[in-house]
């Protein structure tokens, strides 16, 4: 049988070469799912503010909402790691609230380490939180939180950017982070990050040297038409069969041929 996936078990897995595979998931219906497809984390990602809310970024969303969703995952009592996304503010106010709100994340929602934007602006904040025991995944690159900065989702790193990367990575590894996450970066910066680690490198847009690689559940499925990033694989076309469930109900409700007998109590 699978065994529960620790943090000790990801960091081995760099070791011994393996790749990490990570999926998100905001629900427990679809958490059980993607745990049983055999994923080795699940991301309670603040991406659920686009794929989920319809918001246009996920500046919006807020510890209660995050808290919900992580909730509703951990039921599925999934033997993937289950990692929380801090949402925007949720950390950047200064050590003390950041403690209070990745604490409310193991202690409330169940969750088993977060994940925190930034790199060496925020290594102050990732090292007082894993001095506390909470485990912490980094992300640097293109950090969604940053939009605005960064004058919307654009690739990271490049040309004269590609120092400051990789002193962001270094930064949030020697902060204690057991992993981090390398958005929207040119492979070969990726490739030298990877290398120059201890933690587990996981990717997203960063080509495939990182050591695991994580994507949007929905973007996967087909289910989200805001956008379609370079880097998606769509590995199923769910949209349209959703539809044309809903289609055919509408019709056979409307034209009396549901529900039947077959469908009623007596």
């Known amino acids: 049988m699978r065994k529960k996936m620790t943090i000790p078990d990801m960091l081995l897995m760099k070791q011994e070469g393996r790749k990490v595979t990570v999926l998100t998931a905001y629900d427990y219906p679809t958490a059980r ?10 991301l309670v990602g603040d991406s659920a503010g686009v794929v989920f809310s319809g918001h246009e970024n996920t500046l919006p969303v807020t510890m209660d909402e995050m808290l919900y969703h992580v909730k509703a995952v951990v039921r599925a009592k999934p033997k993937a790691l289950v990692i929380a996304d801090m949402p925007f503010m949720a950390c950047q106010s200064g050590e003390i609230e950041a403690l209070k709100n990745c604490g409310r994340m193991l202690q409330e929602g169940g969750a088993e380490a977060v994940k925190i934007e930034g790199g060496s602006n925020m290594a102050r904040i990732i090292r ?6 909470i485990p912490v995944m980094g992300h640097v690159g293109l950090t969604p ?8 989702y654009k690739v990271q790193g490049r040309k004269d950017q590609a120092e400051r990367i990789l002193e962001d990575a270094h930064a949030v590894q020697e902060a204690g982070a057991f992993a981090v996450v390398l958005e929207g970066v040119p492979a070969k910066l990726a490739a030298r990050i990877t290398e120059m680690l201890d933690i ?4 997203i847009g960063a080509g495939p040297a990182c050591d695991g ?8 499925l087909g289910l989200c038409e805001k956008y379609s990033p370079k880097f998606v694989k769509r590995y199923a076309d769910l949209a349209p069969l959703i539809t044309e469930a ?3 109900y509408v019709s056979e409700v409307k034209d009396g041929t549901f529900p039947t007998e077959e469908h009623s109590f007596s």
């Not at 799912?33 to 699940?42: F, N, P, R, S, Y």
């Not at 007082?128 to 025991?133: G, S």
């Not at 587990?200 to 990717?203: E, L």
Request: no cysteine; hydrophobic share 45%.
């Open 33 to 42: 799912l993607v745990d049983a497809g055999g994923v080795d984390a699940i």
């Open 128 to 133: 007082a939180i894993t001095e506390m025991d």
């Open 200 to 203: 587990p490198t996981i990717g």
């Open 145 to 152: 939180q940053s939009v605005h900065r960064m004058g919307g």
């Open 213 to 220: 690689q994580v994507l949007v559940i929905h973007d996967i």
């Open 246 to 248: 809903a289609r055919q």
